[in-house]
Every structure is written in structure tokens, then in C-alpha cells.
């Protein structure tokens, strides 16, 4: 799963420079209703922020298996934390954790990548407006798997049966 979380971050990457050199001076960063901008910012603001957001995004998705180890338990929100945190059971915690994170990193960075096309055909298109109804139909696939990917979550770190 962290050779795919690689490649959808690479990915996006790419895009980011593909549309740095794609887009006009000024772009639309933010669209209001009916896929309208309502805020406008330099392409190299928009490349500055996308390559900020998405290169902490990747280091903290690809490092998130050593995450449960070096957070106070206090601040660790884990279910069943005290059964996951002995000693015995931490390199299955850090298994267990660093792929469900990465599966979620490959989601946002494949969400990121259509919501980064459907803002560069918006830019590209006179007049600049998104495709609302494409943006609405990614978004909530996107908030159903995240639902999905989070009941998963929740069932993966339960205590299992043989452990009692």
C-alpha cells in the first residue's frame, strides 16, 4: 500500500506542475454555488499551497505506522488502546495502523488529484466555472468511503476473540 501511496502522491505532484505551466496568472482557488469562483489568488499561490498541503499530507500518511509509538497515551484516541499499546501487541499495532493510513492517503490523494483536474478545466474554460455537479458527485463518494475506511478502522483494532 506505500508504493501506491508513492504513486498517487507522485501523481499529484506531476498535475501540480502540469498546471503551474497550464494556468493562467490568476486563477480561481475557491468555488461558491453552482460552481461559480469566489476567490482568485497567483497560480503560484495555488501550486505553493497544493505543495505544502500534499507534502505534509505524505509524509504524515507514510510515517503514520510509528505515530501510536511516539504520541503520549493520553493524547492516542485508539479503540481498545490499552489492549493495543503492551509491549506484545505494538509491531501489529504498527502494521495495522501504518496501512489503514496509508489506504486512507492514497483516498486523499486520489480525491485531491480529481478536485485539482476539475479546478484546472474550470480555470482553462471561459468563463472559469467548476463543474459543480462532477465536484458534488467526488465529493460524496469521497465522504462515503471515508465513512466506509473509518468502520474499518474502528473493526480492525478491536480486541480479538483469542486474546479474551
Same mark, same amino acid.
Given at each position: 500500500?506505500? /508504493?501506491? &501511496?508513492?504513486?498517487?502522491?507522485?501523481?499529484?505532484?506531476?498535475?501540480?506542475?502540469?498546471?503551474?505551466?497550464?494556468?493562467?496568472?490568476?486563477?480561481?482557488?475557491?468555488?461558491?454555488?453552482?460552481?461559480?469562483?469566489?476567490?482568485?489568488?497567483?497560480?503560484?499561490?495555488?501550486?505553493?499551497?497544493?505543495?505544502?498541503?500534499?507534502?505534509?499530507?505524505?509524509?504524515?500518511?507514510?510515517?503514520?505506522?510509528?505515530?501510536?509509538?511516539?504520541?503520549?497515551? /493520553?493524547?492516542?484516541?485508539?479503540?481498545? /488502546?490499552?489492549?493495543?499499546?503492551?509491549?506484545?501487541?505494538?509491531?501489529?499495532?504498527?502494521? /495495522?495502523?501504518?496501512?489503514?493510513?496509508?489506504?486512507?492517503?492514497?483516498?486523499?490523494?486520489?480525491?485531491?488529484?480529481?478536485?485539482? &483536474?476539475?479546478?484546472?478545466?474550470?480555470?482553462?474554460?471561459?468563463?472559469?466555472? &467548476?463543474?459543480?455537479?462532477?465536484?458534488?458527485?467526488?465529493?460524496?463518494?469521497?465522504?462515503?468511503?471515508?465513512?466506509?475506511?473509518?468502520?474499518?478502522?474502528?473493526?480492525?483494532?478491536?480486541?480479538?476473540?483469542?486474546?479474551?
Amino acid at each position: 500500500m506505500r /508504493k501506491i &501511496l508513492i504513486a498517487a502522491f507522485a501523481a499529484n505532484i506531476i498535475l501540480i506542475a502540469i498546471s503551474f505551466a497550464m494556468l493562467p496568472d490568476q486563477v480561481a482557488i475557491h468555488f461558491g454555488g453552482g460552481g461559480r469562483p469566489d476567490s482568485w489568488a497567483s497560480k503560484e499561490f495555488d501550486a505553493a499551497v497544493f505543495l505544502v498541503l500534499e507534502t505534509t499530507f505524505f509524509a504524515l500518511f507514510f510515517y503514520a505506522g510509528v505515530l501510536p509509538l511516539g504520541v503520549s497515551r /493520553k493524547f492516542l484516541n485508539l479503540p481498545n /488502546k490499552d489492549y493495543w499499546l503492551r509491549e506484545e501487541n505494538l509491531a501489529l499495532l504498527q502494521r /495495522k495502523f501504518g496501512y489503514y493510513m496509508a489506504e486512507f492517503g492514497v483516498a486523499i490523494f486520489v480525491f485531491f488529484f480529481v478536485i485539482k &483536474l476539475l479546478a484546472l478545466q474550470a480555470n482553462l474554460s471561459d468563463p472559469v466555472v &467548476l463543474n459543480y455537479i462532477w465536484f458534488m458527485v467526488v465529493f460524496v463518494n469521497f465522504m462515503i468511503y471515508t465513512m466506509w475506511w473509518l468502520f474499518r478502522l474502528v473493526q480492525g483494532f478491536q480486541v480479538p476473540r483469542s486474546a479474551g
